[in-house]
């Protein structure tokens, strides 16, 4: 992935950053990305459905019930 390095105005970066504390994101790049993408869809250069379909073909990691109740202790734990 290639890094890119903007400027952004004060009103943006504390919007970036509001996203992020409130827990929607977790950090400024997640954000910025995903701002880009909801753009893109918004003006035609990406089509929501291919986005989506491409999503999906993505494996994932299989959870069960039990394994994720004993992750969130782990996680509960660390706290």
Not at 23 to 46: C, H, Q, T, W
Request: aromatic share 6%; net charge positive; proline share 1%.
């Amino acid at each position: 992935m290639e890094r890119i390095k903007f400027k952004l105005e004060k009103t943006e970066e504390e919007a970036l950053d509001y996203l992020v504390k409130v827990g929607l994101f977790s950090n400024r790049d997640e954000a910025a990305r995903a701002a880009i993408l909801k753009y893109a869809m918004d003006i035609g250069v990406l089509d929501r459905r291919a986005l989506w379909q491409k999503m999906g073909e993505v494996k994932r990691r299989k959870v069960t019930p039990n394994r994720l109740v004993k992750d969130l202790e782990t996680l509960e734990d660390e706290i």
